[in-house]
């Protein structure tokens, strides 16, 4: 097993946030993520300390079985601080639930990000492929290649009736969770977002804030996902994603954007230009506001309203402002009021002398 | 208050059923109770009637108590938490479970997706080994010692795949 220097991650920006691949603008990621059980063992539920180190041994034997052998770390979740494990979360690469809960319990990340697998989270296994941008076919090519090299070394739970067993029925059946996280500030602007969630949701679809289950919306940002998890093929499922979920939602925010941009300029302009004018003169900020902000000022570059900032340097910020990311930076523990003085100076000085990133 | 089923008449038979660990509450007018079968027609005794519904009751309490014998969750424990104790639950508490799993995802109950790729070979490997165990008994029950050796050879090299 490697070590792994976290403090090294926080100044990365991940490949997720890349902002660069296919609709950009408004999804931002995609990610695949699969749940499996080891067979002969309880579900976590049930596990004995010395059973839960079992797993976690099986499981690293059995990633290193695979094309991933040598390019991941792990990281055991009980040992690390607090602030890892948050950084952890801030990148998209374990569960709030994993870093908050106990026992003996890990990650393995590959080294680009791209692949994490959480060992003893709700289910022996979650696996997940996580890319800008909408890549949801290659998400699921690749997560499925994964499995289908970790099942030649380790043997999960299977039931001809109800497929891949999970500890909750809820994830039964091919155990996959498809979730795009969009981009859809202008939605909210026009005041429709609440009617475009309500529309998902009809679709059976879950809405979350941006860090997973019990999130805000924090910056405008949704992650949707699937619901149901069996009697369909894992195909079926991410081409209903591609085909129908992603191209409905957005086609709402180009329309809002495109109204905007047509019929209220002023307005859109007003938002843009003072977000902007706020992140580049404020001297203390939390993380909301900040988020909100980058938000507004994230569409204004899109819609080519702002040409003084790039976007790679505002998909930075989002990450570089969160509370772990900016004391990894800092290279020290901030309080509350410490960290807004810190943010918005970072902000500050990306924002007025970006060229120097 | 109206009856339920017909919004007709005036509700007076009023039941509390627990199906699955959930409760309903019905009421209903005696027509349509009637027709429901959850009342006596007239000429069912009223001991009938209670018996039935005792019945009932017990089923619930007994789908409760379903226990798991490997991880030894109950169903009710399942049920306040959630989550599963481990593979076998879904069999043992399978009965309560398929509604749940049917309300869950779209009224889909049969896995129609990725099965595990060793897994037919795995099977195959289990009757293979059962076959040829069975033969060797045969073989050193006949004092067959030279086919015993060689099943035995084959056993012991199929058990290291």
């Known amino acids: 097993m490697d070590v792994m220097n976290l403090s090294d991650l926080a100044k990365t920006r991940g490949e997720w946030l890349r902002g660069n691949g296919p609709h950009s603008d408004i999804v931002i990621s995609s990610r695949v993520r699969l749940a499996r059980n080891l067979a002969g063992y309880p579900f976590l539920t049930k596990c004995s300390e010395q059973q839960r180190l079992d797993i976690q041994d099986l499981v690293v034997a059995g990633v290193n079985g695979t094309d991933l052998a040598g390019k991941y770390h792990f990281v055991r979740l009980d040992e690390a601080s607090t602030l890892d494990r948050l950084l952890l979360v801030e990148r998209q690469l374990i569960s709030r639930n994993h870093a908050e809960a106990e026992g003996s319990r890990g990650v393995a990340v ?53 497929g891949y067993l999970t500890a909750c029925p809820t994830n039964v059946g091919t155990g996959i969770r498809v979730s795009v996280m969009l981009h859809l500030p202008a939605l909210r602007i026009t005041g429709e977002i609440e009617r475009v969630l309500r529309a998902a949701r009809d679709m059976n679809l879950a809405i979350r804030g941006l860090y997973g289950e019990g999130t805000e919306a924090m910056g405008d940002f949704y992650q949707v996902s699937n619901q149901a998890t069996l009697g369909r093929t894992e195909q079926e499922i991410v081409e209903e994603f591609i085909d129908e979920v992603v191209p409905k939602i957005t086609e709402y925010e180009i329309r809002a954007r495109e109204l905007l941009a047509d019929q209220k300029r002023t307005v859109l302009e007003d938002k843009v230009f003072r977000a902007m004018g706020l992140l580049k003169y404020a001297r203390t900020m939390s993380s909301e506001e900040t988020m909100f902000l980058l938000s507004q000022v994230r569409m204004g570059v899109h819609m080519g309203l702002l040409s003084e900032v790039t976007l790679e340097t505002v998909n930075d910020l989002f990450l570089s402002i969160q509370p772990a990311h900016l004391q990894m930076i800092a290279g020290h523990k901030l309080d509350d009021e410490q960290r807004s003085k810190m943010r918005a100076e970072f902000v500050r000085k990306r924002l007025t002398n970006h060229q120097n990133n | 208050m109206l009856c339920q089923r017909c919004k007709k008449h005036t509700a007076t038979v009023h039941l509390t059923e627990i199906a699955n660990g959930e409760k309903q509450e019905k009421h209903l007018c005696e027509h349509c109770a009637g027709e429901e079968g959850v009342m006596a027609k007239t000429h069912e005794p009223i001991d009938q009637v209670v018996k039935k519904f005792v019945l009932q009751q017990a089923g619930a309490q007994q789908i409760a108590q379903l226990t798991c014998p490997e991880c030894g969750m109950t169903f009710l424990q399942f ?47 289990q009757h293979e080994l059962m076959r040829l165990k069975n033969e060797l008994e045969e073989a050193v029950s006949l004092e067959d010692y030279e086919r015993a050796a060689a099943l035995r050879d084959q056993i012991a090299s199929l058990e290291q795949e």
């Not at chain 1, 003893?120 to 499925?144: P, Y």
């Not at chain 2, 989550?83 to 639950?89: R, V």
């Not at chain 2, 869950?104 to 897994?119: D, E, F, L, N, S």
Request: glycine letters at 8%; hydrophobic letters at 35%; proline letters at 3%.
């Open chain 1, 110 to 162: 590959a080294a680009d990000e791209t692949v994490t697998i959480m060992v003893n989270e709700e289910d022996h296994l979650r696996m997940q492929v996580l890319l800008s941008g909408l890549r949801l076919k290659e998400a699921w090519s690749r997560i499925n290649s994964l499995d289908d090299q970790l099942e030649q070394r380790l043997e999960f739970a299977f039931h001809e009736q109800f």
């Open chain 2, 79 to 125: 049920r306040n938490s959630g989550l599963l104790g481990c593979p076998n639950d879904y069999d043992v508490f399978k009965q309560p479970l398929e509604g749940l799993i049917e309300r869950a995802h779209g009224g889909r109950t049969q896995h129609v997706a990725k099965i595990p790729g060793g897994k037919e070979n795995r099977h195959k490997r």
